[in-house]
T-cell receptor
Framework: DTAVSQTPKYLVTQMGNDKSIKCEQN?????MYWYKQDSKKFLKIMFS???????INETVPNRFSPKSPDKAHLNLHINSLELGDSAVYFC?????????????FGQGTRLTVV | GQSLEQPSEVTAVEGAIVQINCTYQ??????LSWYQQHDGGAPTFLSY????GLEETGRFSSFLSRSDSYGYLLLQELQMKDSASYFC?????????????FGSGTRLLVRP
């Protein structure tokens, strides 16, 4: 069973389109994240959700909006896609317990905007 | 704010030992973690240090000095499959929330 699964794995789309990436975790974790990894491999946190509540919203454009229908899902919607949005997007989850910082990542979604 | 620094690239030979350093600056520190990422893959958890000292897990060990805001990942008996990017990450607690912040990653190349 996959712990954190995100779909699609690859996404190629044109500028100006709206797209969504889905993420689900079956680990019972309280916290879910979205990260963006650019071509230089830098992993930048975008959002953090705890029990369906948005906790952290880093300085990302408001074209990006996370949606959490329940504790096990955190989807990412992107409106009016731009060339600079091309990157690999990772969903992750972790328990909130203080002494356990292991985060589990999905396989990533490679977004290419043309 | 938070920041982590680690070398961008390290090269070593098979069978050798390599150390990847990480210095960090953060307000609410709750531990230093290390992740491995192969090309095209997802980051996977390697180790975690909440307290000062050395944690050993097989060929990998991780060290933390909270007073120096410094840690390192030690890889022994290097194998070709260890060629990957290694990220240090700090768990920060601010404004009643946890945040996992990653360094820029160190690309390790293991040569025969």
């Amino acid at each position: 069973d996959t712990a954190v699964s995100q779909t699609p794995k690859y996404l190629v789309t044109q500028m100006g389109n709206d797209k969504s990436i889905k993420c689900e975790q079956n680990l019972g974790h309280d916290t879910m994240y979205w990260y963006k990894q650019d071509s230089k491999k830098f992993l930048k946190i975008m959002f953090s959700y705890n029990n369906k509540e948005l906790i952290i919203n880093e300085t990302v454009p408001n074209r990006f909006s996370p949606k959490s229908p329940d504790k096990a899902h955190l989807n990412l919607h992107i409106n009016s896609l731009e060339l600079g949005d091309s990157a690999v997007y990772f969903c992750a989850s972790s328990p909130i317990r203080r002494m356990n910082t292991e985060a589990f990542f999905g396989q990533g979604t490679r977004l290419t905007v043309v | 704010g938070q920041s982590l620094e680690q070398p961008s690239e390290v090269t070593a030979v098979e069978g050798a030992i390599v150390q990847i350093n990480c210095t960090y600056q953060t307000s609410g520190f709750y531990g230093l973690s290390w992740y491995q990422q192969h090309d095209g893959g997802a980051p996977t958890f390697l180790s975690y240090n909440a307290l000062d000292g050395l944690e050993e897990t097989g060929r990998f060990s991780s060290f933390l000095s909270r007073s120096d805001s410094y840690g390192y990942l030690l890889l022994q008996e290097l194998q070709m499959k260890d060629s990957a990017s290694y990220f240090c990450a700090v768990r920060d607690y601010m404004d009643s929330s946890y945040k996992l912040i990653f360094g820029s990653g160190t690309r390790l190349l293991v040569r025969p």
